[in-house]
């Protein structure tokens, strides 16, 4: 069991267990859902292939219009 408190800001600092646990590192978003009997599930935030856009260098080139004129 891991404990953490709440500051006057209402911020959390999670445990290094649990950050571990989860494979969390900064800037990751937490995704909070509260249960009915209380119970809070922590996720991480799921990210779309959108969101990946342009994270990967290309291994491809596009010709530009001059490279294409000097096939021309």
């Known amino acids: ?23 969390l590192a900064a800037g990751v978003r937490i995704v909070f859902t509260p249960l009915d009997d209380g119970t809070v599930i922590l996720r991480a935030k799921t990210r779309s292939l ?18 294409r004129m000097g096939d021309a």
Do not use: C, N
């Open 1 to 23: 069991m891991f404990e953490a408190t709440l500051t006057s800001k209402g911020q959390l600092t999670l445990p290094a267990g649990i950050r571990h646990a989860l494979g």
């Open 50 to 67: 959108l969101d990946l856009q342009g994270t990967l260098p290309s291994t491809t080139s596009v010709p530009t219009d001059a490279m």
